[in-house]
C-alpha cells in the first residue's frame, strides 16, 4: 500500500546504548521524519501498542530481550512494518537468522549513518 506524500514518516528506533541512541534519533530527525526513540523491549512495546510506525530500526540486543523477539510477534500479529535490524553480531548467519525472524533487512555494527539512511529510505519506498 503506497503511502500518502504528505503523510510524516513514522520511525520507531530502537537501541539500547543512549549515545548511539541519540545520534540516530537526531540524524534521522533531520529527514524530518517523527522519530521516536526506545531503550528496551518494553519501552518499544509501549510504542508499537499504541502507535503505527512506518519502518522500525531495531537492536538485536536489548536489556531486557532479543530484537528478534519483537519481530517474531509484530509477524505474528500480522504487522508487516519493515523491520532494518542493527547488531554488532556480524556474518552471513546472523543475517540469514535476522531474515528468518522476519526482519526486513539487516544491518551489522559498526555502520555509517549513511549506510543507515540509505537502509532506511529503501525500505520505506519498498526498493529492498
Ligand atoms: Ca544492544
Avoid at 518499544?44 to 517474531?72: K, N, Q, S, Y
Wanted: charge should be negative.
Amino acid at each position: 500500500m503506497p503511502r500518502s506524500a504528505q503523510s510524516v514518516i513514522r520511525v520507531l528506533l530502537v537501541e539500547d546504548e543512549p549515545k548511539l541512541r541519540k545520534s540516530l534519533v537526531e540524524g534521522l530527525q533531520l529527514e524530518e521524519w517523527h522519530v521516536m526513540g526506545a531503550a528496551s523491549s518494553a519501552e518499544a512495546w509501549h510504542h508499537l501498542d499504541t502507535e503505527v510506525f512506518d519502518l522500525i530500526v531495531l537492536d538485536w540486543m536489548l536489556p531486557d530481550g532479543d530484537g528478534l523477539e519483537i519481530v517474531r510477534r509484530l509477524r505474528t500479529q500480522g504487522n508487516s512494518v519493515p523491520v532494518l535490524m542493527i547488531t554488532a553480531r556480524a556474518g552471513a548467519s546472523a543475517a540469514v537468522q535476522a531474515k528468518q525472524s522476519g526482519a526486513t533487512d539487516y544491518l551489522a555494527k559498526p555502520f555509517s549513518f549513511d549506510d543507515l539512511l540509505s537502509r532506511c529510505r529503501a525500505l520505506l519506498t519498498g526498493a529492498s
